[in-house]
């Protein structure tokens, strides 16, 4: 008799699923380790790294996985000398960006494109994250998308009110030309 198995809903290229289990109604844990065919790269430079130096552990969320609300990752990863930047830098992972927001690459671009269309406090609601977290998401989301602001050349800031009855809220606008 088969047996099913949602590891192919986390194929990751250097990381293996190493155990699922149900932790609840709605939740489901997961827990991925580095793939030992691979060596680890450099997160910054991805240059391959000499020698492990440490291995570590960090909680991250993914999407919803049918019934299960909550996808709670603990992802093994491992410090790696790296002989391009010549310091201990994080690996690469396939599953997080380093440094960045506790979740997983799909889940940030799932919140990135419902930020398009949802205010960021609903988005935030929707899966219990902070508001703060969410829009810092959007953010780098924009920034790769658009790119990043460029001050250069910029002249004169203008600043004028407008709103409704209720309240005013202050504009800033940007321009580069002269008045």
Request: glycine fraction near 8%; aromatic fraction near 8%; hydrophobic fraction near 35%.
């Amino acid at each position: 008799m088969s047996q099913l198995s949602i590891a192919s809903l986390f194929a990751f290229r250097r990381e293996v699923v190493q155990k699922t289990e149900i932790a609840g109604e709605n939740r489901l844990r997961v827990v991925v380790r580095p793939d030992r065919r691979f060596r680890p790269r450099c997160g910054t430079c991805q240059s391959v790294g000499k020698r492990v130096w440490q291995r570590e552990s960090r909680q991250i969320r993914d999407i919803p996985v049918g019934p299960f609300r909550l996808v709670q990752m603990t992802v093994e990863y491992q410090k790696v000398s790296c002989p391009r930047c010549g310091k201990i830098r994080v690996q690469d992972l396939d599953v997080c960006d380093v440094g960045g927001a506790r979740v997983t690459r799909r889940f940030a671009w799932m919140i990135a494109d419902l930020c398009k269309y949802l205010p960021v406090n609903t988005v935030a609601e929707r899966y219990g994250l902070d508001w703060k977290t969410v829009k810092k998401i959007h953010k780098e989301a924009l920034e790769e998308e658009f790119g990043a602001i460029d001050y250069q050349g910029l002249r004169l800031v203008c600043c004028s009110w407008g709103g409704d009855r209720k309240q005013e809220h202050p504009m800033e606008v940007l321009s580069r030309g002269g008045w």
